[in-house]
Antibody
Framework: EVQLVESGGGLVQPGGSLRLSCAAS????????MSWVRQAPGKGLEWVAN????????YYVDSVKGRFTISRDNAKNSLYLQMNSLRAEDTAVYYC???????????WGQGTLVTVSS | SYVLTQPPSVSVAPGKTARITCGGN??????VHWYQQKPGQAPVLVIY???DRPSGIPERFSGSNSGNTATLTISRVEAGDEADYYC???????????FGGGTKLTVL
């Protein structure tokens, strides 16, 4: 059974940093693109970042470029999102998602809530 | 950047057919994917590559894509189908994934 379990969310002040983690199991992690997708309270889905199987390619939505960094550790079956210079508009549930092809998201975690507020 | 437009809401009676549209410039040239999200839950892929269904998704769910509109069709709608539905494409020109704004399906 495919499992994606996010952790690391919480309350952080504007300008602060947070690192999200996603533990994967039940599939060959190193064979999949991985992504972060977020959802602000009461709003729709917004893609945040993708990372290729070997980490050699990374893509970001414009609003987080230069502030967020996606990374992975295939030996630990783990995905990460380092979030710096956080803003109130980054408040959202952050989902980890797998993508066998870069085109769509096959499986999703349950999400972790990030709240940016003073 | 590429924009996907969905109606905010669609209502349908049980047993009838629901159609949720997703509009985009020449979207027929792209592959469209659909997700179902129930309250408090993570999204679930229900249609990929326009019309393919993942294992475990009922045959009542189908998709089509042509011209400037992609459509998710849910036949014989059940109360359990009530959810938000999102369309999504990969925009190769920007290397970005794009979601539609979502459609709330209400079963009357």
């Amino acid at each position: 059974e495919v499992q994606l379990v996010e952790s690391g969310g919480g309350l952080v002040q504007p300008g602060g940093s947070l690192r999200l983690s996603c533990a994967a199991s039940g599939f060959t992690f190193s064979s999949y693109w991985m992504s972060w997708v977020r959802q602000a309270p009461g709003k729709g889905l917004e893609w945040v970042a993708n990372i290729k199987q070997d980490g050699s390619e990374k893509y970001y939505v414009d609003s987080v470029k230069g502030r967020f960094t996606i990374s992975r550790d295939n030996a630990k079956n783990s995905l990460y999102l380092q979030m710096n210079s956080l803003r109130a508009e980054d408040t959202a549930v952050y989902y980890c998602a797998s993508a066998a092809a870069l085109t769509h998201f096959d499986y999703w975690g349950q999400g972790t809530l990030v709240t940016v507020s003073s | 950047s590429y924009v996907l437009t969905q109606p905010p809401s669609v209502s349908v009676a049980p047993g009838k057919t629901a159609r949720i549209t997703c509009g985009g410039n020449n979207i027929g040239s792209k592959s469209v994917h659909w997700y179902q999200q129930k309250p408090g839950q993570a999204p679930v892929l229900v249609i990929y590559y326009d019309s393919d269904r993942p294992s475990g998704i009922p045959e009542r769910f189908s998709g089509s894509n042509s011209g400037n509109t992609a459509t998710l069709t849910i036949s014989r709608v059940e109360a359990g189908d009530e959810a938000d539905y999102y369309c999504q494409v990969w925009d190769s020109s920007s290397d970005h994934q794009v979601f539609g704004g979502g459609t709330k399906l209400t079963v009357l």
